[in-house]
């Protein structure tokens, strides 16, 4: 039993999602969509490093509702934007074409956050063409949301609950490195996460939201931040030399207030040349503490959104969040997963 995969987007996690699945048994590559005019018109495979043709050819994304009804497709894996009003026009053509939709936007996660009206604009077509729709990966989307939602499963009593991420920049790809602001000077950082131009950390609020949502909390207020990490002492990595007094990482936080006191804290220490671990505290009844030792970005992103395909197809229409769906997990084989 195969399932029909179609991929929208073709940048670093696109071609990495796209390779996973053509790598993957039980799922066939049948449409690729992408922006990028260098890319269309050429075989996904020559397209994402594949090392072979895939006999799939790149389309560009005017035509994407045709490609996709044409395709085949039983679901579209979606990885180009963080932002819901962003990627909108893309969700419309899957939506129109009638095939579920898993994203890595960040703001998909939780869009009745940052974009309820949207958000509810979507659900309603979503229903109204029998499509689901969910946006997750590694975070938002497991980290600082499923992660500590499921931890809490076993506590009687929660006073406060902290999920922290540390991260070694300097391991990751150009573009995520260039996206926090790496070898910067404190003003420039600034000046381009002002004006969007660099974003860093997209999702703190919608993690924090969703876990409340969770847990049945109704929060007084979500306060999001986000600050350079100064480097003390040079630093390499293989794109950048970074100068003390220059930007060599974030500090980003998310809070979760309830009567004025914090109650849900998600914090991220990106660096260069930091320890990697992902941590979660829960203060309560029992009191819990979890540590890992790092969690892959990019393939654990990619293992997300490939992961949730049979729990997508097999949930009800709409828009989805990850707490809207049975506990995911890997899948091993799709024998027995999907109805019929």
């Not at 074409?97 to 956050?113: H, K, R, V």
């Not at 604009?121 to 689901?132: F, G, L």
């Not at 992103?301 to 009800?316: D, G, M, Q, S, W």
Request: proline share 4%; charged share 25%; hydrophobic share 40%.
């Amino acid at each position: 039993m195969s399932l029909r995969v179609a991929v929208y987007g073709l940048g670093q996690i696109g071609m990495l999602i796209a390779r996973k699945v053509f790598e993957r048994e039980g799922l066939e590559l049948v449409a690729a969509l992408e922006v990028d005019p260098s890319k269309i018109g050429r075989d996904v495979g020559e397209v994402a490093n594949m090392g072979e043709r895939t006999g799939v050819i790149v389309s560009g994304e005017s035509e994407a509702t045709e490609i996709l009804r044409g395709s085949g497709a039983d679901v579209v894996l979606h990885a180009t934007s963080s932002f819901l009003d962003k990627i909108y026009p893309q969700i419309v053509k899957c939506v129109e074409a009638g095939i579920d939709l898993i994203s890595t936007s960040e703001t998909l996660a939780n869009p009745w956050y940052r974009y309820p009206q949207l958000a509810s604009k979507i659900d309603r077509m979503a229903k109204e063409n029998n499509v689901s729709i969910i946006g997750a990966g590694i975070n938002p989307g497991f980290v600082f949301d499923a992660l500590p939602i499921l931890m809490t499963l076993v506590c009687t009593r929660i006073d406060y609950l902290r999920v922290t991420r540390s991260l070694d920049t300097g391991k990751r790809r150009l573009s995520f490195q260039k996206k926090y602001g790496l070898a910067l000077s404190v003003d420039e950082f600034k000046r381009k996460m002002d004006s969007g131009e660099i974003t860093a950390h997209v999702g703190y609020g919608e993690s924090v939201d969703l876990i409340a949502t969770a847990l049945g909390v109704k929060l007084t207020r979500i306060a999001e931040r986000q600050e350079p990490i100064v480097a003390e002492k040079p630093l390499k990595t293989q794109y950048f030399e970074i100068m003390p007094g220059r930007v060599s990482g974030v500090h980003g936080y998310g809070i979760g207030y309830a009567g004025g006191k914090e109650l849900i804290r998600v914090e991220l220490l990106a660096e260069a040349g930091r320890e990697e671990f992902e941590e979660v505290i829960i203060e309560g009844e029992p009191p819990v503490k979890w540590r890992s030792t790092g969690i892959s970005g990019d393939t654990a992103t990619a293992a997300v959104i490939i992961n949730l395909i049979p729990k997508v197809l097999e949930a009800r229409p709409g828009l989805l969040r990850i707490t809207d769906i049975p506990l995911p997990s890997a899948f091993l084989t799709l024998k027995n997963r999907l109805n019929g």
